[in-house]
C-alpha cells in the first residue's frame, strides 16, 4: 500500500527565507509521480509542483523546487525567498503509475513571519 | 480561478438523505478527479474518470456513486447519508488521464450532514 508522511504539522519561517517542507513515501510500484499542492485560508487547492520517479533532474517551477532522493524515499519541498502569502497548507501526494490511485500525506501548516 | 465549477458552494442536509454535487471541468479537460477533505480522515481520492470512462478508484464508499456525461461534466451521488460524510469534496480535472498530468481543483462543495 502507498503511504504519505508528512513529520511537520506545523513550521514557521521568516519573510525572504528559504524554508524545506519533508515528504516521505512508501510505495511498491516501480514507478510513481510526486505532488505538492498549496492550500490557502480561502481552501482552493492549488497544484505546485510534480516529480516523476525516473526523472533525472530535481524538478522546479519558480521559487519552487522538489528535493528527491529516491533512496530514501524523500520528496522534500524547498521554498526559496518566502512570501507572506506562502502562508497555507502544504500537502504532499504521490500516485502510482498503475495503480492509479492519489495518496495524499496529512499536510504542513507554513506560517511566514513579517 | 481555475476554470473548473462546482455546484452547490454548500449543502445542508440530513442523515438518511441523498444528494448530488455537480463539475464541470475547464475547457478541453477530459479527465476529472473528485476528492473528500475531512478533518478526521484529512483529503481522500475518491475515483477519476477520464473521457466517460472510471479510469481509477480510490476510497469511495458504497453508498457514493459518480459519472461523467458526454459533455464531460461529471457527478458525484452521495446516499444514506451519514454525520461522518460532512465535508469538503473537490473536483479536479486534466487534460489527460496520466498521472503526470496537472490537475485543475474547483472551489469545492462543503457538504454538512446534521
Known amino acids: 500500500a502507498q503511504k504519505i508522511t508528512q513529520t511537520q504539522p506545523g513550521m514557521f519561517v521568516q519573510e525572504k527565507e528559504a524554508v524545506t517542507l519533508d515528504c516521505t513515501y512508501d510505495?511498491?510500484?516501480?514507478?510513481?509521480?510526486l505532488f505538492w499542492y498549496k492550500q490557502p485560508s480561502s481552501g482552493e487547492m492549488i497544484f505546485l509542483i510534480y516529480?516523476?520517479?525516473?526523472?533525472?533532474q530535481n524538478a522546479t517551477e519558480g521559487r519552487y523546487s522538489l528535493n528527491f532522493q529516491k533512496a530514501r524515499k524523500s520528496a522534500n519541498l524547498v521554498i526559496s525567498a518566502s512570501q507572506l502569502g506562502d502562508s497555507a497548507m502544504y500537502f504532499c501526494?504521490?500516485?502510482?503509475?498503475?495503480?492509479?490511485?492519489?495518496?495524499f500525506g496529512p499536510g504542513t501548516r507554513l506560517s511566514v513571519l513579517p | 480561478d481555475s476554470g473548473v465549477t462546482q455546484t452547490p458552494k454548500h449543502l445542508i442536509t440530513a442523515t438518511g438523505q441523498r444528494v448530488t454535487l455537480r463539475c464541470s471541468p475547464r475547457?478541453?479537460?477530459?479527465?476529472v478527479y473528485w476528492y473528500q477533505q475531512s478533518l478526521d480522515q484529512g483529503l481522500q481520492f475518491l475515483i477519476q474518470?477520464?473521457?466517460?470512462?472510471?479510469?481509477a478508484k480510490g476510497n469511495i464508499l458504497e453508498r457514493f456513486s459518480a459519472q461523467q456525461f458526454p459533455d464531460l461534466h461529471s457527478e458525484l451521488n452521495l446516499s444514506s447519508l451519514e454525520l461522518g460524510d460532512s465535508a469538503l469534496y473537490f473536483c479536479?480535472?486534466?487534460?489527460?488521464?496520466?498521472?503526470?498530468?496537472?490537475?485543475?481543483f474547483g472551489p469545492g462543495t462543503r457538504l454538512t450532514v446534521t
Open positions: 510505495t511498491s510500484d516501480p514507478s510513481y509521480g
Open positions: 474518470y477520464y473521457n466517460g470512462e472510471e479510469r
Open positions: 479536479a480535472s486534466s487534460v489527460g488521464a496520466s498521472g503526470r498530468d496537472e490537475q485543475y
Open positions: 516529480q516523476g520517479s525516473y526523472d533525472q
Open positions: 501526494a504521490m500516485r502510482g503509475n498503475y495503480g492509479q490511485n492519489f495518496v
Open positions: 475547457s478541453g479537460d477530459l479527465s
